[in-house]
């Protein structure tokens, strides 16, 4: 496993990567909830060491690091926006969908963020008092969910799919 790897990096190290298309490098963890999301436009440079990696970012002075038993996966996410979604963002609430995750942002602290699955259960409350709530679907098994946002002044419904 480790010879691959090293092989990998060796490829990647000879081909330019470019990550121009994408708003965020997004290391998950085992265990959704220490999942991060990092501006590409904020990042310096990645270093592959032996038993972690660092992320160094413009932001900090020290560098994020990353043992590999605590990664799952590295992916570079779009914040693809559809139009609904972009008329949302009129409102001090918005729920944004990517690849991998839900985000809720709230100008106002949230009073809360709800999943549901079509048959109308509650299976999750998060983000009672946050401002930006991420929810990762991992979890869930596939079907069709629905998320609904409220503070203060709005509130916001989304239905996603897990696949």
């Not at 790897?5 to 990567?17: A, C, K």
């Not at 985000?103 to 009073?111: I, W």
Request: a positive charge; aromatic letters at 10%; charged letters at 20%.
């Amino acid at each position: 496993m480790r010879k691959h790897l090293l092989l990998l990096l060796f490829v990647l190290r000879l081909i330019p990567l470019q990550a121009d298309e994408y708003d965020y490098l997004c290391l998950h963890s085992p265990k959704a909830s220490n999942t991060c999301f990092y501006s590409v436009n904020d990042l310096q440079k990645i270093t592959f060491g032996n038993d972690a990696m660092k992320v160094y970012l413009k932001s900090q002075s020290a560098p994020v690091t990353w043992t590999y038993s605590n990664l799952w996966k590295m992916t570079f996410e779009a914040e693809d926006e559809t139009s609904i979604q972009s008329v949302q963002k009129v409102t001090d609430l918005s729920i944004i969908q990517t690849m991998y995750e839900i985000r809720v942002k709230s100008l106002s602290p949230l009073k809360s963020v709800t999943i549901y699955n079509l048959q109308g259960s509650r299976l999750a409350i998060i983000g009672q008092g946050e401002t930006t709530v991420s929810y990762s679907p991992d979890a869930l098994p596939a079907g069709i969910y629905v998320v609904r946002a409220e503070n203060a002044e709005h509130s916001q419904t989304l239905k996603f799919i897990k696949r």
